[in-house]
């Protein structure tokens, strides 16, 4: 792709992953209606879709307030950290065969890096709003992300280890015979449930727990600030489901249909089960889901690693 | 562990199976739910099947009043029947407990299944005795308070009533 198209192609990325993060407010409310036997929002415009313009509007027009103890300038900079952070990650995500921003030979790792820059916005949103409910859940998202992000690298080695590769592009490729999620079952399990820790999103919403800690880290969040925190988590969502689907579930690859339909399809497909996850899955006690993290997925990684490598060695000899 | 995990998967499969059951949800302005005739909703003052007003305005009903919103005055025909000069309901401060109604000896006051009486001023939600009226005689068809009891009206002198026997004068030797 030449240069214009990269950058044109980048900014139809972030207005998709935008509008999709805006849309999946209202999808996601509807998809738990239909699980818990009630309509969701169905009032505004075709089956409701018009609630999102609704919430939109409602937000923009809140009154943009920074309470007077908060640290101002963090308190401002964190919301924006973690929807800059996560649309970064959007780059590396491969379409289609020749459908992306960048293909670098680390775009794993830097998918990585961005989900963890992403943990920043969370505590320093929890720090700078000198609120102890806010402060407890930055503290209680601080000691997650340290604890899932250890084995969501290392779920991911197993990939690596097959493709010999850390990009994107080569991990797909490596998938036409077979998909991850078949030899690499293990690591698909261990991911899935490190994405949704790392995207704190509903079994493991502990940082903003709201039977607890009232709202979390974004207590004091109002407005606009507060949309961004949610614009942020929503896009996490779709960016965790566009790399199990990337890496586990051979990405655009699928007969047929165009590739980037095969994509998008797959995606839709994962979001969904998330939300069920969401629908059905209890919170656990907070000292659970430490013992969760480190006794029983870090081990189960750290086995799934030791598997792949050797069976990837016996293979190979 | 392996057992807790079943557990979740199970939970998943359940939730899952609830994509096929219907909504609980009564779409309320388009779809009304039903409301039994006892429903406990906006007060009406009836009228017995003569068509005279029931209500004797004893204040029974706004000494069994919780919250105090009934408020009345008693005042007296020429015939001797007891009527409210005036009968005032503060519905902004009602709670529809149905106290009034069981207070009331004449089934004079009487909760109808009707509660959509939303206003935009307060002051609106003050009911006066022309807006309680109604010309039927609500949930007891029958009953007249003035057949049945022993007071004396023009027309009905004592011991005339339903089942009542003619009042003896305690006073006289005769048999």
Excluded at chain 1, 110 to 120: H, R
Excluded at chain 1, 231 to 244: K, S, T
Excluded at chain 2, 163 to 171: G, L, M, R, S
Aim: proline share 5%.
């Amino acid at each position: 792709m030449t240069e214009l198209g990269t950058i044109s192609f980048g900014l139809l990325i972030i207005f998709a992953a935008v509008g999709g993060a805006a849309v999946l407010t209202w999808f996601e409310r509807r998809l738990l209606g239909v699980w818990q036997d009630r309509y969701g929002p169905n009032r505004l415009g075709p089956f409701g879709v018009l609630q999102v313009a609704a919430d939109m509007l409602k937000l923009l027009t809140k009154h943009d307030w920074v309470p007077p103890f908060a640290d101002r300038l963090v308190f401002v900079f964190a919301p924006t950290a973690i929807v800059v952070a996560m649309l970064l990650g959007f780059a590396v995500v491969p379409f289609g065969p020749d459908l992306y921003v960048l293909d670098i030979n680390i775009g794993l790792l830097f998918f990585l890096g961005m989900t963890s820059l992403a943990v920043y916005s969370v505590l320093l949103g929890g720090l700078a709003s000198n609120n102890k409910y806010a402060l407890l859940g930055g503290l209680r998202s601080a000691a997650q992300m340290v604890s899932y992000e250890v084995f969501m690298g290392l779920s991911l080695m197993g990939v690596v280890m097959l493709t010999g590769s850390f990009s994107m592009r080569d991990i797909v490729e490596a998938q036409r015979d077979v998909w991850y999620c078949v030899p690499q079952v293990l690591g698909l399990f261990t991911f899935m449930i490190a994405g949704i820790a790392e995207s704190h999103r509903l079994p493991f919403d502990l940082p903003e727990a709201e039977h607890e800690l009232t709202a979390g880290f974004h207590t004091e969040y109002g407005g606009m600030k507060f949309a961004m925190f949610m614009l942020g988590e929503y896009l996490g969502l779709i960016l965790i489901c566009c790399m199990i689907t990337t890496l586990f579930f051979g990405g655009w690859l699928g007969p047929v249909l165009p590739p980037v339909v095969w994509f998008c399809l797959k995606v839709f497909a994962l979001i969904c089960f998330f939300v069920l996850l969401r629908a059905a899955i209890p919170r656990p006690r907070y000292d659970q889901l430490m013992s969760l993290g480190w006794k029983i997925m870090l081990p189960l990684t750290l086995f799934n690693l030791l598997l792949t490598g050797a069976i990837a060695l016996w293979m190979e000899g | 562990m392996f057992k807790a995990l079943m557990s979740q998967v199970r939970t998943i499969w359940t939730i899952l199976q609830h994509s096929f059951t219907r909504a609980e949800t009564v779409q309320y302005p388009e779809q009304k739910p039903y409301l039994a005739p006892r429903y406990r909703g906006r007060i009406v003052l009836t009228k017995d099947p003569d068509g005279e007003e029931r209500c004797v305005a004893c204040n029974l009903c706004a000494v069994a009043c919780p919250v105090d919103c009934i408020a009345l005055q008693q005042g007296v025909k020429e015939d001797g029947r007891w009527y409210p000069e005036f009968f005032r309901i503060n519905f902004s401060r009602c709670i529809m407990c149905g106290m009034c109604e069981e207070a009331c000896p004449t089934n004079a006051i009487q909760l109808t299944p009707d509660f959509e009486m939303c206003e935009y001023n307060r002051s609106s939600m003050v009911y006066e005795k022309e807006h309680l009226q109604i010309e039927g005689t609500g949930k007891y068809h029958d009953y007249n308070f003035y057949r049945v009891a022993g007071l004396a009206i023009t027309g009905k002198d004592k011991g005339q009533a339903e089942n009542e026997a003619t009042p003896i004068d305690v006073k006289s030797l005769l048999p």
